[in-house]
């Protein structure tokens, strides 16, 4: 394997580690082309619909799935905290607080029923796994995208990756909700060839209502790539009956035609696949939205579109 390094950067590469969730390959909803996926812990934010609920916590964390339990209490047997518990009628409760991530139980566990989110890796073992699919990347004109959680919350983490990337030939994105420190956005920049860049909420109150944080960070980071030029695509997740408004829409294209980095918008429909997830960690989830059918997705592209002549898409 060639990489492209002088001693000092591959030094520093292989001491930095961050804590990673996922790889996922061969992903096409992340960027352009065949990419990579590499899903880093933690948020700043705390959106209510969150889709990832095992990112938000920057540490390791288990993960329990009732249904491929089976009661063999192994689990209960070997773990020294006192995580796993079996009441009377067999019932598998979980103590998350208490539990230190040694995995004991994860691998005593026959039925796959336990895991941990969260592993620590270096820069070089994530490049080591990124780079095995560039001849897809060269074909389709993919490569890595940094996501999470939010990638930058382990910004010399992802600096030091996205410079290995870039080092190489490997088309390096970034998915951000644009809450990072604006120095980290300027700093990583040259080494980004897209930002997917989240667009929330319209507002100061029902931003920080939806997701603990008002804009007013978001916007000075997304007028800071503006100003250097970084390509952005604009992501737009819609929560019905939490963002949609025809005042989000007018926001949106507004926002779209005023930025010259802005390369398009991406509607991003909800869908609740955080519920089981937020589940398996003991985390409750409670946004009751239902999610759209085609008609209603394309009724908001539609509507984006009438506020300005901008690009639009279906992520």
């Known amino acids: 394997m060639l990489i492209k390094?002088?001693?000092?950067?591959?030094?520093?590469?292989?001491?930095?580690?961050?804590?990673?969730?996922?790889?996922?390959?061969?992903?096409v909803n992340d960027g352009p082309g065949v990419r990579t996926a590499v899903f880093m812990k933690g948020c700043q934010m705390k959106c209510v619909w969150c889709h990832n609920p095992e990112s938000l916590?920057?540490?390791k964390q288990l993960a329990f799935n009732a249904d491929k339990c089976v009661g063999c209490r192994r689990c209960e047997q070997v773990c020294p905290n006192g995580v796993h518990s079996f009441n009377n009628d067999g019932h598998h409760k979980v103590d998350?607080?208490?539990?230190?991530?040694?995995?004991?139980?994860?691998?005593?566990?026959?039925?796959?029923?336990l895991k941990i989110y969260g592993k620590e890796m270096t820069v070089e073992q994530v490049y080591s796994e990124v780079i095995k699919d560039k001849v897809y990347f060269d074909k389709s004109g993919g490569g890595i995208t940094l996501s999470g959680g939010e990638a930058l919350k382990q910004f010399e983490f992802c600096l030091a990756l996205a410079k290995m990337c870039k080092a190489n030939g490997v088309h390096v994105c970034i998915e951000t909700n644009g809450a990072s420190k604006t120095e980290h956005y300027r700093a990583i920049a040259p080494y980004v060839d897209l930002f997917l860049f989240d667009y929330k909420a319209t507002g100061d109150d029902l931003h920080k209502t939806l997701t603990g944080m008002t804009r007013r960070l978001v916007d000075t980071n997304l007028h800071a790539l503006n100003e250097l030029g970084a390509p952005v695509i604009l992501r737009c997740p819609m929560i019905p009956?939490?963002?949609?408004?025809?005042?989000?829409?007018?926001?949106?294209a507004?926002?779209?035609k005023s930025m010259t980095n802005i390369l398009k918008v991406e509607v991003l429909p909800y869908h609740n696949f955080g519920k089981g997830k937020a589940t398996?960690?003991?985390?409750?989830?409670?946004?009751?939205?239902?999610?759209?059918?085609d008609k209603e997705v394309?009724?908001?592209?539609?509507?984006?579109?009438?506020?300005?002549?901008?690009?639009?898409t279906l992520s």
């Open 57 to 59: 916590s920057a540490q």
């Open 96 to 113: 998350f607080d208490a539990c230190q991530t040694c995995g004991q139980c994860v691998d005593a566990c026959m039925q796959d029923a």
């Open 5 to 27: 390094n002088s001693t000092s950067q591959s030094t520093t590469s292989q001491s930095t580690t961050g804590v990673v969730f996922d790889i996922q390959k061969f992903s």
């Open 241 to 252: 009956g939490y963002n949609l408004s025809d005042e989000h829409f007018e926001a949106i």
């Open 298 to 312: 394309n009724a908001w592209i539609e509507s984006i579109k009438r506020h300005g002549e901008i690009n639009v």
């Open 254 to 256: 507004s926002l779209a």
């Open 280 to 293: 398996e960690i003991g985390k409750t989830y409670d946004v009751d939205a239902i999610m759209p059918e």
